[in-house]
Nanobody, 131 residues
Framework: QVQLVESGGGLVQAGGSLRLSCAAS????????MGWFRQAPGKEREFVAA????????YYADFVKGRFTVSRDNAKNTVYLQMNSLKPEDTSVYYC????????????????????????WGQGTQVTVSS
């Protein structure tokens, strides 16, 4: 049974920083790419960032480029999302997800932003940015 548990959310002022963590179990973590998505009330869940199984390739949504950094520690089965220069519009529930197929770069390269390519999701962690 795959489990993903996010932590690190909270309330922060605009311009501040938070680091989200997602601990994974139930799958060979080092073989799977990981993604971060977010969902604000009344909006669709949207892609934020993704990282390949080795950590060698990362992708970001345009609205977080230069502010957010995704990383992973395969020894700890954990993926991180460092969020800097936070804005009120970053307020959302943030979810981590694990890619459905292991070690297929062509699949990850084309599908990293698609929710349907991820088969397990965490419960989400709330991030609130005050102005």
């Amino acid at each position: 049974q795959v489990q993903l548990v996010e932590s690190g959310g909270g309330l922060v002022q605009a311009g501040g920083s938070l680091r989200l963590s997602c601990a994974a179990s139930g799958r060979t973590f080092s073989s799977y790419s990981m993604g971060w998505f977010r969902q604000a009330p009344g909006k669709e869940r949207e892609f934020v960032a993704a990282i390949s199984w080795s950590g060698g390739t990362t992708y970001y949504a345009d609205f977080v480029k230069g502010r957010f950094t995704v990383s992973r520690d395969n020894a700890k089965n954990t993926v991180y999302l460092q969020m800097n220069s936070l804005k009120p519009e970053d307020t959302s529930v943030y979810y981590c997800a694990i890619y459905a197929t292991p070690k297929l770069f062509y699949s990850f390269r084309s599908g990293y932003a698609s929710r349907g390519q991820y088969d397990y999701w965490g419960q989400g962690t709330q991030v609130t940015v005050s102005s």
